[in-house]
């Protein structure tokens, strides 16, 4: 089964076409999209099957879902727990549907590999009547990132019962601690806006500081800040750590403070997940910075002796492509880069959720006869779904 897979993030859409053995057979990335429209000539091969990553699946979607009008709706539900994503989601969804009317969508969630999470991890503290009424608990993101990185560590290391850490570390930054292909902890909760900063997100706050803060901002005023002028970018002036970089060695003492409160916060996050595992045998780093930034990775590293890491400066100058090990031969707790590759989980997921379809479904069942207008060449013009 060919699986077209629709990636849409906070700012940019990945559209891949992977074969049945998750070889690529096309790809196309656009760097700036708007969320609004899919206003693109492009020229796929026919698929069987199209998978969307949705960041927020809530209480209700804890796993792959064909997308019917109900499961829009629900997705849709959910914008308020997500408002960078999930309208990008949506207009993914609608644009791709239009490409590919014959062909089943199915909607692969970031939230769902943290359904495992025990109560004890993803309880809050809160009334529980509130708890109840509004479905307040730690839903975690990034789960298709981490779900693969996990699994991919598994395999470069032939360790099925490790401890592992994942990092995922890009625009948005999370982590989770992971063992037999569970997620047993998480830094991001109920939205993403929590856990480590990024770019332009706060991450964790005193929620002490936001009630000062709502007697002199707005509530809409307080969300754009916390989510579009924070982190990175609020303690520094540049969201891209690239930029970050460069500001240091121009001498800006913000962009310093910036970098030591990112490293200082992702330390604190790694050793809180080994924590939770008990302990550290495997830790990961994936996404923007996790695969291309060896300062982050040498600060968090070095920060982490204490659990047996050991950093090999060579290896970790070297690994700017992915899977490779950047600890030394003499650390007790190896350290990995790990290409990120949602793609390849949201197709598996595609496939889980077309292999549970009863056989009598003929309206999502994939039909060799009609499997995109790609097949008749070109896929055309599509404007504003």
């Given at each position: 089964?060919?699986?077209?897979?629709?990636?849409?993030?906070?700012?940019?859409?990945?559209?891949?076409v992977l074969g049945q053995d998750d070889t690529v057979l096309?790809?196309?990335?656009?760097?700036?999209?708007?969320?609004?429209?899919?206003?693109?000539?492009?020229?796929?091969?026919?698929?069987?099957?199209?998978?969307?990553?949705?960041?927020?699946?809530?209480?209700?979607?804890?796993?792959?879902?064909?997308?019917?009008?109900?499961?829009?709706?629900?997705?849709?539900?959910?914008?308020?727990?997500?408002?960078?994503?999930?309208?990008?989601?949506?207009?993914?969804?609608?644009?791709?549907?239009?490409?590919?009317?014959?062909?089943?969508?199915?909607?692969?969630?970031?939230?769902?590999?943290?359904?495992?999470?025990?109560?004890?991890?993803?309880?809050?503290?809160?009334?529980?009547?509130?708890?109840?009424?509004?479905?307040?608990?730690?839903?975690?993101?990034?789960?298709?990132?981490?779900?693969?990185?996990?699994?991919?560590?598994?395999?470069?290391?032939?360790?099925?019962?490790?401890?592992?850490?994942?990092?995922?570390?890009?625009?948005?930054?999370?982590?989770?601690?992971?063992?037999?292909?569970?997620?047993?902890?998480?830094?991001?909760?109920?939205?993403?806006?929590?856990?480590?900063?990024m770019a332009t997100r706060s991450g964790d706050l005193d929620?002490?500081?936001?009630?000062?803060?709502?007697?002199?901002?707005?509530?809409?005023?307080?969300?754009?800040?916390?989510?579009?002028?924070?982190?990175?970018?609020?303690?520094?002036?540049?969201?891209?750590?690239?930029?970050?970089?460069?500001?240091?060695?121009?001498?800006?003492?913000?962009?310093?403070?910036?970098?030591?409160?990112?490293?200082?916060?992702?330390?604190?996050?790694?050793?809180?997940?080994?924590?939770?595992?008990?302990?550290?045998?495997?830790?990961?780093?994936?996404?923007?910075?996790?695969?291309?930034?060896?300062?982050?990775?040498?600060?968090?590293?070095?920060?982490?002796?204490?659990?047996?890491?050991?950093?090999?400066?060579?290896?970790?100058?070297?690994?700017?492509?992915?899977?490779?090990?950047?600890?030394?031969?003499?650390?007790?707790?190896?350290?990995?880069?790990?290409?990120?590759?949602?793609?390849?989980?949201?197709?598996?997921?595609?496939?889980?959720?077309?292999?549970?379809?009863?056989?009598?479904?003929?309206?999502?069942?994939?039909?060799?006869?009609?499997?995109?207008?790609?097949?008749?060449?070109?896929?055309?013009?599509?404007?504003?779904?």
């Amino acid at each position: 089964m060919d699986v077209l897979v629709v990636n849409a993030g906070s700012s940019s859409l990945k559209l891949t076409v992977l074969g049945q053995d998750d070889t690529v057979l096309a790809e196309h990335h656009v760097e700036r999209w708007d969320g609004n429209a899919l206003d693109l000539d492009l020229d796929l091969p026919p698929v069987d099957a199209v998978g969307h990553r949705v960041v927020h699946g809530g209480a209700r979607f804890t796993g792959p879902v064909v997308i019917d009008a109900d499961v829009r709706e629900g997705i849709a539900a959910l914008t308020d727990l997500a408002p960078l994503h999930q309208p990008r989601a949506l207009a993914g969804i609608d644009a791709a549907r239009a490409l590919f009317p014959d062909v089943p969508h199915v909607a692969c969630f970031d939230t769902a590999f943290h359904a495992t999470l025990s109560p004890v991890a993803s309880t809050y503290p809160l009334p529980e009547e509130w708890r109840a009424r509004w479905d307040l608990r730690r839903y975690g993101f990034h789960g298709l990132s981490h779900a693969y990185a996990s699994r991919r560590a598994v395999e470069l290391t032939g360790l099925p019962g490790a401890r592992v850490v994942t990092c995922h570390l890009g625009a948005g930054c999370s982590l989770a601690a992971v063992r037999h292909g569970r997620s047993i902890d998480t830094t991001m909760g109920f939205t993403p806006l929590g856990g480590l900063p990024m770019a332009t997100r706060s991450g964790d706050l005193d929620p002490g500081l936001l009630l000062r803060l709502l007697h002199h901002l707005t509530a809409d005023d307080l969300a754009d800040g916390l989510a579009h002028r924070s982190g990175l970018l609020g303690l520094s002036g540049h969201a891209d750590l690239r930029d970050v970089h460069e500001a240091i060695a121009a001498g800006s003492h913000d962009a310093h403070l910036a970098l030591d409160v990112f490293t200082h916060r992702l330390c604190q996050g790694i050793a809180a997940m080994a924590a939770s595992l008990g302990g550290l045998d495997v830790l990961v780093f994936t996404g923007g910075i996790g695969e291309h930034d060896p300062v982050v990775r040498a600060r968090a590293v070095e920060g982490l002796a204490f659990l047996g890491l050991r950093l090999g400066p060579t290896r970790n100058a070297a690994a700017a492509h992915g899977d490779t090990r950047i600890t030394s031969d003499t650390s007790t707790a190896s350290a990995w880069v790990v290409r990120a590759r949602e793609d390849v989980q949201v197709a598996a997921g595609v496939r889980q959720a077309l292999r549970a379809l009863p056989e009598s479904s003929p309206d999502t069942a994939p039909d060799p006869a009609h499997r995109g207008p790609s097949s008749q060449g070109a896929v055309p013009r599509v404007g504003a779904p």
